[in-house]
Nanobody, 127 residues
Framework: QVQLVESGGGLVQAGGSLRLSCAASGRTFSSYAMGWFRQAPGKEREFVAAISWSGGSTYYANSVKGRFTISRDNAKNTVYLQMNSLKPEDTAVYYC????????????????????WGQGTQVTVSS
């Protein structure tokens, strides 16, 4: 059984920064691409960023490009999301997820391509 545990969320003023972490266990972490998604109240879960199994490739939603950075440390079985220049519209519950296919060369942006999810961490950006 794979477990993903997010941490690092909180309340921050607009323009501030947060770093989210997602610790994985139960599967060979380094073999799978990872993604971050978010869900605001009343809205669908949306893609934020993804990183390849090796860490060599990343992909971002247009709304966060240039402000957020996804990274991973395979030795620590952890994926990170550094969020800078936060805006009130970034307020949401943030989830990390593991791609269902090992060693995929494609970075997926839709939820059906991910088979394990964390419980989420709340990020609130005040104006």
């Amino acid at each position: 059984q794979v477990q993903l545990v997010e941490s690092g969320g909180g309340l921050v003023q607009a323009g501030g920064s947060l770093r989210l972490s997602c610790a994985a266990s139960g599967r060979t972490f380094s073999s799978y691409a990872m993604g971050w998604f978010r869900q605001a109240p009343g809205k669908e879960r949306e893609f934020v960023a993804a990183i390849s199994w090796s860490g060599g490739s990343t992909y971002y939603a247009n709304s966060v490009k240039g402000r957020f950075t996804i990274s991973r440390d395979n030795a620590k079985n952890t994926v990170y999301l550094q969020m800078n220049s936060l805006k009130p519209e970034d307020t949401a519950v943030y989830y990390c997820a593991a791609d269902r296919r090992p060693y995929t060369m494609v970075l997926h942006t839709t939820t059906p391509n991910y088979d394990y999810w964390g419980q989420g961490t709340q990020v609130t950006v005040s104006s």
